[in-house]
Every structure is written in structure tokens, then in C-alpha cells.
């Protein structure tokens, strides 16, 4: 049974910064890509960025591109996002998914190519 864990989020001023982490089981870590979608109220999730099979490929978002970084312990079957410099628009719900895409750049095709999801970690920017 695959199962995803989000811990990290929280509260954070603008400009401030968070590490997300996403522990996950019940499936080979190195054969899969994991990654973080987030949410909006009334939005679909969409994709912030994703991590590759062993070979470590990244993809991000164009709006996270050098304020996010995106990192994997494979010896802890967890996965990582740092979130630096965050402003009011990256508040959401941030869900960490994983499924047997090749690439983590598959990412950015939608939520409905990803099957297994965390529960979710809020984020929230304000001062």
C-alpha cells in the first residue's frame, strides 16, 4: 500500500522560508517520481516540481524556479522541498504525490496522471 506523510508546513512571514518533507512507503523509491503539487481554494493543484528515478532529474514550476529546491534521501525514502523567499502567492496546500511517471518533467501534465497522494500541509505567508 503506498502511502505518502507531508510534514513542514506552517506559518511563515514574506521572504520568510520552510522545508517541506514527504516520507513514503509501500512502493520502490528509486523506479518512481515524487514530487509537490500545491492547491488554491477552488483550483485544481498544480504542479510545483518533481524529483526523477535515481537519476535524480528535476522539474520546477516557472513561478518557483530559483526559490524552490526540490532534493531526495533515498537512504530515508523521503523527499524534500525547500521553500525560500516565499510571498503571499505560494500560500496553498502543498500535497506531495508519487507515481511510475518516466519523467519528473511529466509532472506539469496534471494531477490526473498522478495516482497516490499525501494528505496535504498547509502553507500559509502573511505577516
Known amino acids: 500500500q503506498v502511502q505518502l506523510v507531508e510534514s513542514g508546513g506552517g506559518l511563515v512571514q514574506p521572504g520568510g522560508s520552510l522545508r517541506l518533507s514527504c516520507a513514503g512507503s509501500?512502493?520502490?523509491?528509486?523506479?518512481?517520481?515524487i514530487g509537490w503539487f500545491r492547491q488554491y481554494p477552488g483550483k485544481e493543484r498544480e504542479a510545483v516540481s518533481c524529483i526523477g528515478r535515481s537519476d535524480g532529474a528535476t522539474y520546477y514550476a516557472d513561478s518557483v524556479k530559483g526559490r524552490f529546491t526540490i532534493s531526495r534521501d533515498s537512504t530515508k525514502n523521503t523527499i524534500y522541498l525547500q521553500v525560500d523567499n516565499l510571498n503571499p502567492e505560494d500560500a496553498a496546500v502543498y500535497y506531495c504525490a508519487a507515481d511510475t511517471l518516466t519523467r519528473p518533467d511529466y509532472c506539469s501534465l496534471g494531477p490526473k496522471y498522478v495516482r497516490y497522494w499525501g494528505q496535504g500541509t498547509p502553507v500559509t505567508v502573511s505577516s
Open positions: 509501500g512502493f520502490n523509491w528509486a523506479y518512481w517520481v
